[in-house]
Every structure is written in structure tokens, then in C-alpha cells.
């Protein structure tokens, strides 16, 4: 990522680092919920993107709990994650429902308003409409998606 932002400088680059959330270790099914989106301590340009995406979040992901932290007087959760803090280019981590709470852990054939990934992909992928409002720092003209296993 940071060679990304060194190449098309990091103010042309967003990173938006997409996980499903998990409450235990496996063994059974829990009934944790919630949507999730983290940055780095204090006021960082990566602010107004997760408020960007917790807007649409809103729209796409309805009835869903979406979990905040407004002590700061935006909606994101803050942690030193080490992609956040490393990463020269504005970043949000995102936690997408509960992959071991039934109701809500993805499912390819599930649709997608259900599904975290896609509905995350969707958010990410929809330059006129949020998460690229107005407060946000960058407007990509290319939005590449890659997946890590």
C-alpha cells in the first residue's frame, strides 16, 4: 500500500482494510452484532472517511447496530492497529457484522444487503453516492479492490 502511495502520491490514495468481525473462537454460534469502523488515535484525515462510510452504513446495512465512539466527536472506534498507524495514505479498518452470529455471518448465496463483504465492497465502490461525500479526503478516479486470504 505504501508503495501505492509513494508512486501516486498519498494524497491520491485511501485504504480501506474490510474484515467480518467474530465474537468467539469458533465452536458454536454467538449473537454478537454490530458494524465497526476503526482508525488511528487522534484527528487524522482517515476521520472523515470512516464518518463517510458510517453514513453509508446507514443505507446499506438498515437495522443493523452500528457501533460508535463519539468522545472524539466522530462515530469511529480509534486503535493503533499497525496497518493504520503504517499506512502513509488516510485508513479504516472495518469490522462487517459477525461471521459466527447466524443472523448475520456472510454467506455467498445470501443477499446483499446481508452479506458484510459485499455490502462492504458495495460502500467502497459507490463514488456518487456515500461513502465519498463531501468531507471526504479523497476522490478516487480508480478504486481497486484486493482481497488477502
Given amino acids: 500500500m505504501n508503495e501505492w502511495c509513494r508512486q501516486l502520491g498519498k494524497n491520491n490514495v485511501l485504504l480501506i482494510s474490510i474484515h467480518c468481525n467474530a465474537a468467539g473462537r469458533g465452536d458454536r454460534w454467538l449473537s454478537a452484532r454490530g458494524w465497526c ?42 486503535k493503533d492497529f499497525y496497518l493504520l498507524r503504517h499506512t502513509l495514505a ?19 448465496s445470501a443477499p446483499k444487503a446481508s452479506n458484510p463483504s459485499l455490502t462492504s465492497m458495495s460502500m467502497a465502490s459507490q463514488p456518487t453516492s456515500p461513502p465519498l461525500n ?12 484486493s482481497f488477502c486470504s
Avoid at 487524522?44 to 458510517?54: E, G
Avoid at 479498518?93 to 454467506?107: C, G, H
Wanted: with cysteine; hydrophobic share 35%; proline share 10%.
Fill in 37 to 78: 469502523a476503526y482508525t488511528t488515535r487522534g484527528n487524522t484525515r482517515a476521520d472523515a472517511l470512516a464518518t463517510s462510510l458510517y453514513t453509508a452504513a446507514q443505507v446499506y446495512l438498515p437495522g443493523h447496530r452500528l457501533r460508535t465512539d463519539y468522545t472524539d466527536a466522530d462515530p469511529d472506534l480509534e
Fill in 134 to 145: 463531501e468531507e471526504c479526503p479523497v476522490k478516487p478516479s480508480i478504486i481497486r479492490i
Fill in 90 to 108: 488516510p485508513a479504516v479498518l472495518v469490522e462487517n457484522l459477525f461471521m459466527d452470529n447466524p443472523a448475520t455471518a456472510p454467506s455467498s
